[in-house]
């Protein structure tokens, strides 16, 4: 391993001033100011970069009296590398502590490590499982890479559990509702996405002032995507950004809570009878507690939502326009995740990605009739 990503094709600098600027973005990965090629440069080998004996230098270099002993070898099927963004390791302290390296590719910015560990503590604080973070580095040259330290969790990704515990997915999926709910109490500043900055400074509070601004960033471009690839037409387009104008009685909202933004099977972890572990806090917001449900149910089968609703109206209670709020960030989310997945399909022709288009088309046009658009 150990390659480096090709300078000739990347201006990395410039890049990295774009990545890690998140004032226009609904959802990271979808409106990250980088084109497809540059993301498939940047991540399609991003478990290639590092060597281990640079794993273990760079990471021993920021950790303090704990150090770093031993770093177990790299597997592409681990359920820690599920996700699209980073590389993930797992190690041993010198205390015997479990921990995992989350490493972000070679020369390019992360931006965000800082709000993940900031609000994976205030989890914490609140009861929930979510880990401690020992250390974060930042990228200081283009030679360098940006990784975070954690405490690793117990048990497996609720996924790859229910992949031979089916018969778990019940009560599981009440407890997932109820841990969502649980975040959902968490009161924070501001809207949208974190300031990564202030979250340094241990300060959390969101880039926009009001949710209107933090739900249509990115609009336009999601919807010039859409309708490149004839999803949507030009009327279509029209009748969706009225339904996001500042007139919908829907964007307005006081107070934000804590939105995971990802709280999907393969970023949650289980021992079969609870859920141990609340992960990945890479695309987390301040925001309408609906817009989580909302994102959850882009993931799944309709029929998995209603035992995930039990759980999580166990712990908070139904607000009277619930419908219209789900169906309303539901679109906006489908919206989002459809031009994440086809600007994908530039360079990932694989099955999976097929089929989760194909999904993502039915529920974009479900959520357009609904509106009667």
């Not at 503590?121 to 990228?139: M, V």
Request: aromatic fraction near 10%; include cysteine; hydrophobic fraction near 40%.
């Amino acid at each position: 391993m150990n390659h480096k990503l090709k300078s000739n094709k990347l201006d990395l600098a410039e890049i990295n001033q774009r990545i890690t600027d998140r004032s226009n973005i609904f959802y990271w990965q979808t409106d990250r100011a980088i084109t497809s090629e540059e993301a498939r440069l940047i991540w399609q080998d991003r478990h290639s970069y590092f060597s281990d004996d640079e794993i273990v230098a760079s990471v021993n270099h920021v950790l303090k009296d704990d150090k770093l002993i031993k770093l177990k070898p790299f597997d592409l099927k681990s359920q820690m590398n599920l996700g699209n963004v980073n590389s993930v390791r797992k190690g041993e302290l010198s205390s015997g502590k479990k921990m995992i390296i989350r490493l972000h590719p070679k020369g390019v910015a992360n931006g965000y490590f800082y709000v993940e560990s900031l609000v994976a503590e205030l989890a914490r604080e609140n009861g929930l499982p979510s880990y401690q973070t020992f250390a974060i580095h930042d990228l200081e040259n283009l030679d360098d890479f940006s990784f975070q330290v954690i405490e690793s969790l117990p048990g497996v990704a609720v996924q790859r559990w229910l992949e031979s515990h089916s018969q778990d997915e019940a009560k599981l999926l009440y407890q997932i509702g109820q841990n969502m709910a649980k975040i959902h109490q968490i009161r924070v500043s501001g809207f949208g996405p974190f300031n990564n900055t202030q979250a340094k400074l241990n300060n959390l509070v969101g880039l926009h002032d009001n949710l209107m601004d933090s739900v249509r960033a990115g609009l336009n471009f999601n919807l010039k995507i859409l309708t490149q690839e004839g999803l949507i037409n030009d009327t279509q387009v029209k009748e969706i950004k009225n339904l996001f104008s500042s007139s919908n009685l829907l964007l307005k909202l006081d107070q934000a809570v804590l939105v995971h933004n990802d709280f999907a099977d393969w970023n949650l972890l289980t021992d079969g009878q609870v859920i141990t572990g609340i992960l990945d806090w890479d695309e987390a917001v301040a925001g309408d507690p609906i817009m989580d449900i909302a994102c959850w149910s882009t993931f799944f089968d309709p029929d998995r939502i209603e035992g995930f609703l039990a759980g999580y109206w166990s712990v908070a209670s139904k607000p009277d326009d619930f419908q219209e709020r789900f169906e309303f960030f539901r679109l906006r989310y489908v919206i989002s995740k459809m031009t994440l997945r086809l600007r994908r399909l530039a360079w990932d022709d694989s099955k999976a990605l097929k089929e989760r288009i194909e999904a993502g088309s039915r529920h974009l046009k479900e959520s357009l009739a609904y509106f009667k658009i």
